[in-house]
């Protein structure tokens, strides 16, 4: 059973950078309709927490899929991973640099994937610099290493499952994305959308959570913010990335079994035959 915070501070990176098993993975992801100047691979190429590897969620994907950054299978991710010298016995510590996006979505892939030694860079990189941590620009030479994948698929819903629960009221359904976008009242990024939330759902913007330094709220304000703290929860959003923050948020009160709807908005809203529901929960 996982237990303890699912995040380490700057300063808790900073004594222990130079242990053998830390791999350190900067998951940096700029959604494209964000118009970012620069994509995560550029940004991690200009400068990096030393020795950190850079983990693409579109490309550590499923293939054959219009759904973006799908969760690949097992053999898949760990054919990828083995090539970032993540594996067996090693402690992965995950940041990004705007806000918990991607990082979050990679500390649960690797636990979807049994892979249970692994936090979140609290603050992210933003964090590391405030701390006076080094950086670098080369990129590291990771030597391949084994990694067993033992999957979880009680973390991970599909669109049959998420409709179940929506009608069986079986479980708490709780929306990372804008209020807007949740009530219908604002529009979804993605062309041919419609905004709206699925029937039953909650919302708690994934923004909510997040400190103006960039750091995860404490437990006490998230307890405020989060329903059903220890209820069977799923957690979705646009696509499936801001969703693992509202994750990452629950097991920080101690809640580690919360599942992730991986195709959410994207995949729900595309099939005329799903039911969408507006205005307020």
Not at 38 to 57: L, M
Request: charged share 20%; proline share 8%.
């Amino acid at each position: 059973m996982e237990t303890g915070d699912p995040l380490v501070t700057a300063g808790w990176l900073k004594q222990n950078i130079s242990a053998p098993d830390i791999r350190i993975v900067d998951a940096t992801y700029f959604a494209p309709f964000h118009n970012s100047p620069k994509t995560g691979r550029e940004a991690w190429a200009e400068s990096h927490i030393p020795g950190a590897v850079f983990f693409d969620i579109d490309a550590i994907a499923a293939p054959g899929t219009d759904l973006p950054h799908m969760l690949p299978d097992p053999i898949l991710f760990s054919s990828r991973v083995r090539k970032l010298g993540i594996g067996d016995g090693n402690r992965v510590i995950v940041y990004d640099r705007n806000g918990f996006c991607a990082a979050a979505r990679v500390w649960w892939m690797l636990r979807v994937m049994g892979h249970d030694d692994v936090k979140v860079l609290d603050g992210g990189f933003g964090a590391w610099q405030a701390e006076g941590g080094e950086i670098e620009d080369l990129p590291p030479g990771p030597v391949e290493r084994h990694f067993t994948a033992r999957v979880r698929s009680d973390l991970v819903k599909d669109v049959n499952q998420i409709a179940a629960a929506s009608n069986a009221a079986s479980h708490a359904i709780v929306d990372a994305r804008p209020a807007g976008r949740f009530t219908g009242e604002a529009p979804e990024p993605r062309e041919g959308l419609s905004s709206g939330h699925i029937p039953g759902s909650l919302s708690v913007p994934s923004s909510q959570l997040i400190n103006p330094d960039g750091t995860l709220k404490s437990v006490s304000a998230l307890q405020g913010l989060l329903p059903n703290h220890h209820a069977p929860t799923i957690t979705t959003c646009g696509s499936g990335v801001t969703a693992a923050i509202l994750a990452l948020a629950y097991a920080r009160l101690g809640n580690w079994d919360v599942a992730v709807y991986d195709g959410s908005w994207t995949e729900w809203a595309a099939d005329p035959s799903r039911p969408i529901a507006s205005g307020a929960a």
